[in-house]
Each structure stands twice: as C-alpha cells, then as structure tokens.
C-alpha cells in the first residue's frame, strides 16, 4: 500500500494519492493494482477525481479507467499485456460525459502501446448524436505528431478540466494536424467552423457576460518560418469580427 499527498512538480500538482498493489514477482499468478487519485492539476486543467485497475497476469490483464474533471466524466475498459518493455492495450468501451448534453461512446476498439521509446494512440473515435470525435497520434524522442477531428462537438468540451471564470458554448467542427520533433518548433494546421459561439465570463456575484461570436470560421497554420491565424466571424446584428495575424519565427523566439 501506498499513500502520499501534496505533491508537485512544475506545472503538475496531486492532493492525494493512495495505492493498493498485489504483485506477484514470478509471475505465476494474477496481480492486482487499484490506483486512486484525488486533485491531479495539470497547468491550469484539473482531473478532480482518477480511478486506474489493473487485474491479471502480466501478459493478459484487465484495465479499468475513470476521471471526472470539472463536469466531464470519462469512463474506460480494456485489456493489456506487458512485454519486453512495451505495455500494449486495447481499449473496447470509452465514454465521455458531459455539460451541453455531451454524451460519446467508442465507435469500435483502440490499440495503444506505451514504452520509453515510442507512444502509439490508434485513430481512436467516439459518436455522439450529433458529435464526433476522432484522435490519434506517435511519439518518438525524434519526431511526434498528433490529428484530430471533430463535427459538431459542443464548444464546452474545449474548456474539460478548467474550472475557471470563462467558458464556451456553441458548436464546433474542426481538422488538426501538428507534427514536430529533433528541436524544431511544431508545424501543422488547424481548421475550424464554429456555429453559435459565444464567451461566457462570469463576474463577481455570480452574474455571467456573454459575448456572443456567431458562425463562422478559424484557420490557423504554422510552419517553420511563421504562423499565420484567420479569422472570419458573423454575429449578425450584433456585428462580425474578420482578421489576421502573422507572427515570425526565429531563434530567439516570436
């Protein structure tokens, strides 16, 4: 058993954290580990509540996950097996929970794989009615990249884990596609339609502005000389917001 509390490393803070490990060191028989997790803070994101099992043997064990943070509940199960230093899983049922009546469960089951050298995500997707959500992505200490899509996914979901004065709503479609690595600043693209948006801030007192942004679209494209932002929005009469933004790279920052 295991139990700490007040932890922190840079931008990464735990309130607490207890763990039950059943290892069987010669493997002749199944292990059990019950991990969980309270206030796990990721820069300005909260994971208020984690909850990680492993049951079986080493190369065949079951793997249970769930997290809530702020409003969002995700639920996840699966099996893995550890080899040569790899840890492969196969997650078979995922799904996410959540404000503005977001509510996706996996499409079909997810390989991911995990070791010191190399991360794998399958081009893992959830449905909703009407959401969908697809993500996936490798890293290597050499090179990493990471694609995403989405239809109309509430804009809400932008803000999981942030408990803090502003929040979105509206609905977003969007294309990602980042690629990086060997100390070169990430490139790729965002592509994004937006539906209804509107910023939410609320002010002392409980009482909530709302700046309404309307329909309209959000590119973003970066590669290794500049990054480049359009945007090209209508609130109808409440006015239209158009521009762009080009920003230089160079050694010594933008």
Same mark, same amino acid.
């Given at each position: 058993?295991?139990?700490?509390?007040?932890?922190?490393?840079?931008?990464?803070?735990?309130?607490?954290?207890?763990?039950?490990?059943?290892?069987? *060191?010669?493997?002749? !028989?199944?292990? =059990?580990?019950?991990?969980?997790?309270?206030? +796990?803070?990721? %820069?300005?994101r !909260?994971?208020?509540?984690?909850?990680?099992?492993? $049951?079986?043997?080493?190369?065949?064990?079951?793997?249970?996950?769930?997290?809530?943070?702020?409003?969002?509940?995700?639920k996840? =199960?699966?099996? %893995?097996?550890?080899?040569?230093?790899e840890?492969?899983?196969?997650?078979?049922?995922?799904?996410?929970? %959540?404000?503005?009546?977001?509510?996706?469960?996996?499409?079909?089951?997810?390989?991911?794989?995990?070791?010191?050298?190399?991360?794998?995500? #399958?081009?893992? &997707?959830?449905?909703?009615?009407?959401? @969908?959500? &697809?993500?996936?992505?490798?890293?290597?200490?050499?090179?990493?990249? +990471?694609?995403?899509?989405?239809?109309? +996914? *509430?804009?809400?979901? +932008?803000?999981?884990?942030?408990?803090?004065?502003?929040?979105?709503?509206?609905?977003?479609?969007?294309?990602?596609?980042?690629?990086?690595?060997?100390?070169? *600043?990430?490139?790729? !693209?965002?592509?994004?339609?937006?539906?209804?948006?509107?910023?939410? @801030?609320?002010?002392?007192?409980?009482?909530?502005?709302?700046t309404?942004?309307?329909?309209?679209?959000?590119?973003?494209?970066?590669n290794?000389?500049?990054?480049?932002?359009?945007? $090209?929005?209508?609130?109808?009469?409440?006015?239209?917001?158009?521009?762009?933004?080009?920003?230089t790279?160079? #050694?010594?920052?933008?």
């Amino acid at each position: 058993t295991i139990s700490a509390g007040e932890l922190r490393y840079a931008a990464v803070s735990l309130t607490d954290l207890a763990a039950h490990l059943d290892i069987d *060191p010669r493997r002749t !028989t199944a292990s =059990h580990a019950d991990i969980h997790a309270r206030g +796990l803070n990721l %820069g300005s994101r !909260t994971i208020d509540d984690l909850h990680l099992k492993l $049951d079986g043997q080493e190369r065949n064990h079951d793997l249970d996950l769930s997290f809530v943070a702020h409003d969002f509940t995700v639920k996840a =199960h699966g099996s %893995g097996s550890f080899n040569d230093g790899e840890w492969h899983a196969l997650l078979r049922q995922m799904t996410i929970v %959540g404000g503005d009546a977001l509510n996706l469960t996996l499409e079909q089951p997810a390989g991911l794989w995990f070791s010191a050298a190399q991360i794998h995500v #399958d081009n893992l &997707c959830l449905k909703g009615s009407p959401a @969908h959500l &697809c993500a996936g992505g490798d890293w290597t200490p050499a090179k990493w990249g +990471l694609q995403a899509t989405a239809t109309e +996914l *509430p804009m809400q979901t +932008l803000t999981a884990g942030q408990s803090g004065k502003l929040d979105y709503r509206g609905i977003i479609s969007m294309s990602l596609k980042l690629f990086g690595g060997g100390g070169h *600043p990430a490139q790729g !693209t965002m592509a994004a339609r937006l539906a209804g948006a509107q910023l939410r @801030h609320r002010l002392a007192g409980g009482k909530i502005e709302v700046t309404t942004l309307g329909d309209g679209n959000v590119l973003v494209t970066a590669n290794p000389a500049n990054v480049t932002a359009q945007l $090209d929005l209508d609130a109808g009469p409440q006015g239209s917001i158009k521009g762009q933004i080009d920003a230089t790279r160079g #050694d010594g920052g933008w």
